[in-house]
């Protein structure tokens, strides 16, 4: 089946930009959703189809998608950003919707 | 949009439940439905889709062939039902409304419903 990584944890300083990559055998070649889950909450959908926000999702936050890695930056980093972040995609060669492991984004 | 899950609770192992999701504020029949599960203190696992239609549904290899997913599009309801339940089962459980087939991205999800399979 197919597996996604992503870094236990990223840290970065307010005002800073964080970067966090999600890793998985031609990533390129499928769409990837990215969702932020803070303590105690559902998750939200913050972008889908590797770089498009829904509304609502300030700019801050942006997608991209290439070979073996897609990268989730949000910029200008607040302390409201700091949650746990899911990379996803559909894997049509098992029918599967698998997420990677989460990262959690620490604002120092 | 309002995601209302219910029917979780104590379950003992090798027994059964049916998890509930009320729908609202949407045209219910027109998206996919996706269960999506996390352990206490574990990362999301996707448990099971269903189209918009109830025609085609999809399962975790971890609960294939005891969990089954439906949907009543007249009560705008999608459940799922559990059985032979085990430890490993124990989850908050989200249900989630995908954006579009069931090969979308979930753009709305409920806040979960807890259960426990525990002697």
Request: charge should be neutral.
């Amino acid at each position: 089946s197919y597996v996604l990584t992503q870094p236990p944890s990223v840290s970065v300083a307010p005002g800073q930009t964080a970067r966090i990559t999600c890793g998985g055998n031609n990533i390129g070649s499928k769409s990837v959703r990215w969702y932020q889950q803070k303590p105690g909450q559902a998750p939200v959908l913050v972008v889908y189809d590797d770089s498009d926000r829904p509304s609502g999702i300030p700019e801050r936050f942006s997608g991209s998608n290439s070979g073996n890695t897609a990268t989730l930056t949000i910029s200008r980093v607040e302390a409201g950003d700091e949650a746990d972040y899911y990379c996803q995609v559909w894997d049509t060669g098992s029918d599967h919707h698998v997420f990677g492991p989460g990262t959690r984004v620490t604002a120092l | 949009v309002q995601l209302l899950a219910s029917g979780g609770g104590l379950v003992q192992p090798g027994g059964s439940l049916r998890l509930s999701c009320a729908a609202s504020g949407f045209t219910f029949s027109n998206f996919a439905m996706n269960w999506v599960r996390q352990a206490p203190g574990k990362g999301l696992e996707w448990v099971s889709v269903i189209s918009g239609s109830g025609g085609s549904t999809f399962y975790a290899d971890s609960v294939r062939g005891r969990f089954t997913i439906y949907r009543d599009n007249s009560k705008d309801t999608l459940y799922l039902q559990m059985s032979s339940l085990r430890a490993e089962d124990t989850a908050l459980y989200y249900c989630a409304k995908l954006r579009a087939g069931y090969t979308y991205a979930s753009d709305h999800w409920g806040q979960g419903t807890l259960v426990t399979v525990s002697s």
